[in-house]
């Protein structure tokens, strides 16, 4: 049988008369049933590892064994993914335009967004964060958003293109 690190898992036996049961897990004793017929023990606390349980039920009769092998998986943890992006690709704007950026994850994380490097700003326990640039200079720029959490980080970048505004000479 097999779990993953922290589940809980029931050990029950059933004998056909009154025993005492000692539970031991790698030969180590974790619990004593006195006086049962039915005797269960409960891991609440699973530790990632390969496991002997063993309950062994005796009386004045003799002594009977029963044995499980426990498997237990670490916990398989994804890092974020960015399920939605806006814009979805490179972008150009003219001198002096608003341009928003969008991302959607699917998982709680922290954002910070970057033009060319430098943070310009932070979302702290967010699925969706926005940053919303209201004075764009000539130039060509790398917007960043990148998503972090304790399973990992996971990164947008936009190139946007910001054109000079044309005026056009009188007639």
């Known amino acids: 049988m097999s779990d993953i690190s922290g589940a809980n898992r029931a050990f ?5 008369q009154t025993v005492n049961v000692t539970w031991y897990i790698n030969g180590t ?3 004593f049933n006195e006086s049962v017929i039915d005797a269960a023990y409960t891991n609440t606390s699973a530790s990632e590892g390969t496991w002997i349980v063993n309950a062994t039920a005796t009386d004045p009769n003799g002594t009977v064994s029963k044995e499980w092998l426990w498997t237990v998986n670490p916990i ?5 993914s960015i399920t939605y992006s ?3 690709s490179s972008v150009s704007d003219i001198s002096g335009a ?3 950026f969008n991302i959607t994850v699917d998982q709680t994380v922290n954002v910070t967004w970057y033009i060319n490097g430098t943070q310009v700003q932070f979302n702290e326990s967010v699925i969706d964060a926005a940053y919303t640039n209201t004075s764009a200079s000539e130039g060509t720029w790398i917007v960043n958003a ?3 959490n304790p399973n990992g980080t996971v990164s947008k970048e936009w190139l946007w293109t910001v054109n000079p505004i044309l005026i056009s000479p009188p007639p």
């Open 98 to 100: 608003n341009r928003a």
């Open 76 to 80: 398989l943890i994804s890092p974020p």
């Open 29 to 31: 004793q974790i619990q």
């Open 12 to 16: 029950n036996i059933t004998v056909d």
């Open 146 to 148: 990148t998503a972090t």
């Open 86 to 88: 806006n814009p979805l």
